[in-house]
Structures are given as structure tokens and as C-alpha cells.
């Protein structure tokens, strides 16, 4: 395996990212996001250089902190999709991690609905899943957890596929133009 300097992990990125047909598997390109976040110091500055949310970077990272049993079997490609190599990330323990994954890799479909029903099926409620992810949150990462009704959820899971964007993306740029709307009102006094 090629070792990392910034030429590699920038062309590791860029090569696979966008597309759907990966040459390398998800946890080489979190190796690679993770040596660059490394060198430039934040995710935020590497989300800038290869123009995605630091969301997508901070999942793409995560894949790391999974214990090394999983991350073989998302090296094999037997888990292969980002969403669920995260939602398995930010599960309460490692124990649970391990079932769950296997779980997923022999499943026919690595479809995110399936993962959440076998995610759900694993005894975490989405409450502990989402108490799960605040207190795993990353420095400089500020969480937030909303409870949707599923047909609000569908709503805007259609609109991110349709805008190409991820959810969370999607919501932080709402939030942020209902922010600068009403920032006259809410942020006044402020430089």
C-alpha cells in the first residue's frame, strides 16, 4: 500500500468522492482524509480544498474509530457505503459495532433503510443512537439532534437526492438562511 503524502491523499479523495464506482475502499480514503486533516489542521480547511461539507469529512473519518474487525470488512467492500459505515460508527460499543456489522455484510442489500431497521432491531433506540453521536462528537463540532416525523424525513431526504447533497448539508444551509433572515432581530449588538 502506497504511503501517504498530501499529492496521494488529495488524488485518493478526488479519484473517489464523487463517484460511484470507487477504485478504493472507504477506509483508504479515511486514511487519506485523516492525513490531510492531519497536515492542514481542521477539517473544515480540508472540507474547503476538495469542496465538500465538514460533515463529510468528519463521516468519512469516522470509519477509523471502528474496531479493526470491521474496518477488514469494509477494506473486503463487504461493507461498502459510507452512510452505513457511519451509522455503525456511531453506535454505543464496539460489541454492538461487531454484530451489527456483520450482520450488515451479509446482508442482499446495503440499502439505509435496511441498516436502520437492523440497526433498530440491535436493541439501540434512536434516542440512545442519537445520545450516542453527541457524545462522540468531534472538537469543533456542534451536534444537534431532531426529531422528525417520518413523512417531514422523507421530505427532506427527497430534496438532498434531488439537490445531490447530503441531509445534513441540506439543513445546515436552511438553518443558516433562516439565520441571516432573522440575524437583524436575533443578532443585533453583535460585530
Known sequence: MKQLDEETALAIVFANIKRKKRTEDLVRIAEAFDFLVRLYGSQRRVAEEVKLSPEM?????????????????????????????YRIAMLPDSDLQRRVASQVAELDTQDI???????????????????????????????????????????????????????????????????????????????
Open 57 to 85: 469529512v468528519r463521516e468519512f473519518r469516522s470509519i477509523l474509530k471502528l474496531p479493526p474487525g470491521i474496518q477488514e470488512l469494509v477494506r473486503a467492500r463487504k461493507i461498502d457505503d459510507l452512510d452505513t459505515a
Open 113 to 191: 433503510r435496511d441498516v436502520m431497521r437492523l440497526i433498530s432491531s440491535a436493541g439501540t433506540s434512536a434516542r440512545e443512537s442519537a445520545k450516542a453521536v453527541l457524545a462522540s462528537k468531534l472538537r469543533d463540532l456542534h451536534v444537534f439532534a431532531i426529531d422528525f416525523e417520518e413523512d417531514e424525513y422523507r421530505a427532506i431526504m427527497r430534496v438532498a437526492q434531488e439537490r445531490k447533497t447530503q441531509p445534513a448539508a441540506l439543513l445546515k444551509q436552511v438553518v443558516l438562511r433562516w439565520l441571516r433572515r432573522h440575524a437583524g432581530r436575533a443578532g443585533a449588538g453583535r460585530g
